[in-house]
């Protein structure tokens, strides 16, 4: 891919509440893309708070110095032609605003999902421990998650497969880049994503 490709500059951000299905999703559009042959890496918050974001806790300064760091590297990525997708629940307008006002081509998708959902979804226990108050600060039972007004895509992992969401985002994506870029859709891209349509 070169500077010109179209789909330069391109951050997508899912954010939601834990348990919602941010980076199942992710990872299906991942590979929607690989086989679409872009250049696509996954940044999921799980793993980066082990990494670049090890010991920061999570009052509201922590949790925002944590998408400092995962925006950061995102637009550095952005910036060299890749197409990145983040998974971070992100649980703050200010937060998402903070990243959009960083990153030209970032696009939010809100993975909306009833917590009751979440909390059936949950093999790791997490909401129940929350719920007993041996986790504080949880997102969705003792610290708020607020929701997106205006995402970019909204998605629902209750009513729709992982399938259908991500084959959803993909052509968005490519009705995007093409529009924002003048240019066709490239021919290999479209019969990558023709072969991954549903019947």
């Not at 924002?180 to 549903?198: D, H, I, Q, W, Y």
């Amino acid at each position: 891919m070169n500077a010109n490709d179209h789909t330069d500059g391109i951050v997508l951000w899912f954010t939601g509440l834990s348990g919602s299905g941010k980076t199942t999703t992710a990872r299906q559009l991942f590979q929607l893309l690989k086989d679409a042959g872009r250049r696509v890496e996954l940044l999921d918050g799980d793993e980066l708070r082990e990494t670049i974001c090890k010991g920061l806790g999570f009052s509201r300064d922590d949790r925002f110095e944590n998408i400092r760091r995962i925006a950061y590297v995102a637009g550095l990525l952005s910036r060299q032609g890749v197409i990145v997708l983040v998974s971070a629940i992100t649980p703050y307008r200010e937060m998402r605003d903070y990243v959009r006002s960083r990153i030209p081509g970032f696009a939010e998708i809100y993975v909306q999902c009833p917590l009751e959902e979440c909390e059936r979804r949950d093999v790791k226990g997490l909401y129940a421990k929350a719920r007993r108050q041996e986790i504080t600060a949880f997102t969705g039972i003792s610290d708020p998650y607020e929701e997106p007004l205006q995402p970019d895509i909204l998605i629902n992992t209750a009513l729709h497969s992982v399938e259908e969401n991500s084959l959803a985002i993909m052509e968005w994506l490519i009705q995007r880049t093409a529009a924002t870029s003048g240019s066709a859709v490239p021919e290999n891209e479209k019969a990558a994503f023709a072969r991954r349509r549903l019947p």
